[in-house]
């Protein structure tokens, strides 16, 4: 997984995660007194320095086991699981805290453009530069755009430029602080942070606990998931997921090829009503529309579930004492999984997977499979890129004989925001959007351990050996055509 490891703060990560899965999957489990114990073995005197100190970087590798166990990264914090992304805030130190400064490159020219363009009399003439009082200072940029050296400079702290719903602020002690009334939990703060001082909550501890004590759980995997593990096929994925002690594992793609049928019929509904639709797949843009945009949740949207929840509600339906965990890209799944009455009972990322099989010595391109069994459609499994979703809707349509439709796929959450604000105003017109919060889909979810590029393409090579199986054919093999997977409120 090498550009997993290109990153020290990811690879910080990993390394708490597995030594997190070892302890869990031993004879006495995970005990919370030894966390101050686990900082002083794993980061050592004589070590690697990223922070200022050793006591320092203990602290945050003590908060990163606290969110690794499931638990709040600050202790003195509320208890509040449904906020996913969270702030170590003994990490979140070293980003620039002036938006705007002046750098070396200033020759305190007598043109004074930077002070004639100041509306607020922040501006002064230093003895070596000019010089900003930020008692007064707006952040507006006026100076930097009138410099002629362009000897100022605007620098946003990487997770709120990222952040496409305004949810980051700081506090008095610039600490980045999350607004959990705007947050929805997309994750892009937290691949944007260089200092690894964002973090999600993990339930590496319960999942690996109902394994050990033997409980029947399914896992069920994201499309995404193909490609992700150096050259496994996905036979062999499901396979090594499976001797982490599930039972069975399936493809969140029969779920997809269920989403894909519905949608198709709520739109006919909704374009002879005249009335554009929304996806629901994707929980970040799910999220954004229930929070920043009520009006158009309530009116627009899908009322299918989501593929992960549509397969957990006919699984949970067929076998109600099974434990289920889906394994995917995404951080807001967790939340997702959280809702009321789901039929999902833990989430787990790509990279908290590869931890799994790293405490269990697991190679998954090592597995040996025998007889791959019957799989969905390909229009499923392309749920996992941008416009995948639009075109399986697209091809349920035509196996239906019915008119084509025009549809909009928003890549990334600036788009989405972009798209859900034309929406608002009547400006949208297309009839159906589709919304990924990642760019490119969610084979560049925050929980992804491979190049979003190097996935697409194993995933496409791997697909071609596949028949063309139809969305109609997959709901037919694995009978659930007529399986209800509307939300009802």
Same mark, same amino acid.
């Given at each position: 997984?090498?550009?997993?490891?290109?990153?020290?703060?990811?690879?910080?990560?990993?390394?708490?995660?597995?030594?997190?899965?070892?302890?869990?999957?031993?004879?006495?489990?995970?005990?919370?007194?030894?966390?101050?114990?686990?900082?002083?073995?794993?980061?050592?005197?004589?070590?690697?320095?990223?922070?200022?100190?050793?006591?320092?970087?203990?602290?945050?590798?003590?908060?990163?086991?606290?969110?690794?166990?499931?638990?709040?990264? !600050?202790?003195?914090?509320?208890?509040?699981?449904?906020?996913?992304?969270?702030?170590?805030?003994?990490?979140?130190?070293?980003?620039?805290?002036?938006?705007?400064?002046?750098?070396? !490159?200033?020759?305190?020219?007598?043109?004074?453009?930077?002070?004639?363009?100041?509306?607020?009399?922040?501006?002064?003439?230093?003895?070596?530069?000019?010089?900003?009082?930020?008692?007064?200072?707006?952040?507006?940029?006026?100076?930097?755009?009138?410099?002629?050296?362009?000897?100022?400079?605007?620098?946003?702290?990487?997770?709120?430029?990222?952040?496409?719903?305004?949810?980051?602020?700081?506090?008095?002690?610039?600490?980045?602080?999350?607004?959990?009334?705007?947050?929805?939990?997309?994750?892009?703060?937290?691949?944007?942070?260089?200092?690894?001082?964002?973090?999600?909550?993990?339930?590496?501890?319960?999942?690996?606990?109902?394994?050990?004590?033997?409980?029947?759980?399914?896992?069920?995997?994201?499309?995404?998931?193909?490609?992700?593990?150096?050259?496994?096929?996905?036979?062999?994925?499901?396979?090594?997921i499976e001797m982490l002690g599930f039972e069975k594992c399936y493809e969140v793609a029969l779920g997809a090829d269920m989403v894909a049928d519905t949608e198709y019929a709520e739109l006919k509904e909704h374009k002879e009503a005249g009335i554009p639709m929304t996806t629901s797949c994707c929980p970040g843009f799910v999220n954004m529309e229930r929070i920043h945009f009520p009006d158009q949740y309530a009116k627009n949207k899908s009322t299918a579930l989501s593929p992960m929840m549509a397969l957990a509600k006919k699984l949970k339906h067929d076998h109600p004492d099974h434990g289920i965990v889906f394994i995917g890209p995404c951080v807001a799944k967790k939340q997702e999984a959280m809702s009321e009455l789901t039929p999902v009972d833990y989430v787990l990322t790509f990279e908290e997977t590869v931890a799994l099989f790293a405490a269990k010595g697991i190679v998954p391109a090592d597995v040996k499979v025998d007889d791959p069994e019957d799989y969905p459609s390909n229009y499923g499994r392309n749920f996992a890129h941008n416009g995948g979703v639009a075109a399986a809707v697209s091809e349920a349509c035509k196996e239906r004989g019915d008119e084509p439709f025009t549809f909009a796929a928003a890549n990334g959450a600036g788009e989405c925001k972009k798209q859900l604000m034309l929406m608002k105003f009547g400006k949208f017109n297309a009839d159906i959007l589709e919304g990924m919060c990642c760019e490119g889909g969610c084979i560049a979810g925050p929980g992804t351990v491979q190049d979003a590029n190097v996935a697409r393409a194993r995933m496409m090579k791997e697909n071609k050996e596949t028949d063309q199986k139809t969305i109609n054919d997959s709901l037919e093999l694995f009978k659930v055509k007529d399986f209800d997977i509307h939300i009802h409120k």
């Open positions: 997984m090498a550009n997993m490891f290109s990153n020290d703060a990811r690879t910080f990560k990993f390394d708490v995660m597995v030594q997190l899965a070892k302890e869990a999957y031993s004879e006495k489990g995970v005990q919370e007194e030894e966390i101050q114990a686990w900082a002083r073995k794993l980061v050592t005197l004589g070590g690697p320095r990223y922070r200022c100190c050793v006591y320092k970087e203990r602290e945050v590798l003590r908060q990163r086991v606290r969110l690794a166990m499931g638990m709040m990264a !600050n202790d003195a914090a509320e208890y509040n699981p449904h906020q996913i992304v969270q702030v170590i805030d003994a990490a979140c130190d070293g980003c620039t805290i002036k938006k705007v400064r002046v750098t070396d !490159n200033c020759r305190k020219c007598m043109a004074k453009s930077c002070m004639a363009a100041c509306r607020f009399g922040a501006m002064n003439m230093g003895s070596e530069h000019a010089e900003i009082d930020y008692a007064k200072c707006k952040e507006c940029g006026a100076c930097a755009r009138a410099c002629p050296y362009s000897a100022i400079v605007i620098t946003e702290r990487p997770c709120k430029s990222h952040c496409p719903v305004d949810a980051i602020s700081w506090d008095e002690n610039n600490i980045s602080v999350i607004d959990t009334n705007k947050c929805i939990n997309c994750g892009l703060c937290l691949n944007a942070c260089p200092f690894g001082a964002i973090e999600d909550i993990s339930w590496v501890v319960p999942v690996v606990q109902l394994l050990k004590i033997g409980a029947p759980a399914y896992a069920i995997v994201a499309p995404s998931i193909q490609g992700q593990f150096e050259e496994a096929t996905l036979p062999q994925t499901m396979k090594a």
